[in-house]
């Protein structure tokens, strides 16, 4: 074989290497696109008239009220062990009196809002897109439609509103409890003085760092409920659509892409309210 038969296949090798990745680039962007009209689709539902108040409450009792143990358990341990680790690194510097700062900033402007938005994902998230997902498969989406009712404002609107609604209140649960978890073990287990435990909070606290949290936890909102609901509402789109395994693909899905966006959204909002 000549040379320049060598560079042709070099070359040809090289070009669908690049074409691949544009193929793969120009679905993501298409996707993501597709996912924000999905969003603002269903936003701007929200506020047509009649206004589903019934189905809105109901889906904050399903989001938000039957996520109130989880999110207690989790915020409680996990304001311990923050004490506990904070506890014996500052004491090496003689700063144990910082304990109730640094617990109270760890999860309010951290913690908090991004571990309560995976235990949502965990307990309602999945339990949205496998819901819709059945939906799905079993026709009843397209009954709908067949009914002249709205599919995306019936199921998809009062979704992305109650999460709107529930993730700052239960984001703000968590930090209490949490804080609670840290006095339990640096008061009571640790012998700190509680005054000076309360009095580090309210002088490092300001409102510069719960107004973070706070937006923290309404980006979180928008990313999980768009992307479960996104997930379920499309699972005959995906390999396997249709059945069992499709609504477990879209499940799973759901499950990682709302993670992996916590993670990341809270990457940029931190770097950007710093």
Known sequence: MTDSAHESRGTVAILDFFAAIGRRAFSFVSELGAVAIFFVHGLALIFSLPIQIRKIIQQIYFIGVKSVLIISLIGLFTGMVLG??????????????????????????????????LMIIGRAGSSIAAEIGIMRISEQIDALDTMDINPIRYLISPKIAA???????????????????????????????????????????????ISEGFIKSLVFAVIVSTICCYEGYFTHMRPGGFGARGVSLATTSAVVISCVLVLVADYVLTSFLM
């Open 84 to 117: 506990l680790q904070g506890y014996y690194s500052l004491v090496k510097f003689g700063s144990e009196g910082l304990l109730g700062a640094a617990v109270a900033l760890s999860l309010i402007r951290e913690l908090g809002p991004v571990l309560a938005a």
């Open 163 to 209: 999460s709107i609604i529930v993730f700052p209140l239960l984001t703000a649960f968590f930090d209490v409890i949490g804080i609670a978890g840290g006095y339990i073990t640096g008061v009571i287990m640790l012998q700190i003085n509680s005054g000076i435990f309360m009095n580090s909070i309210y002088s490092s606290v300001v409102w510069a760092d």
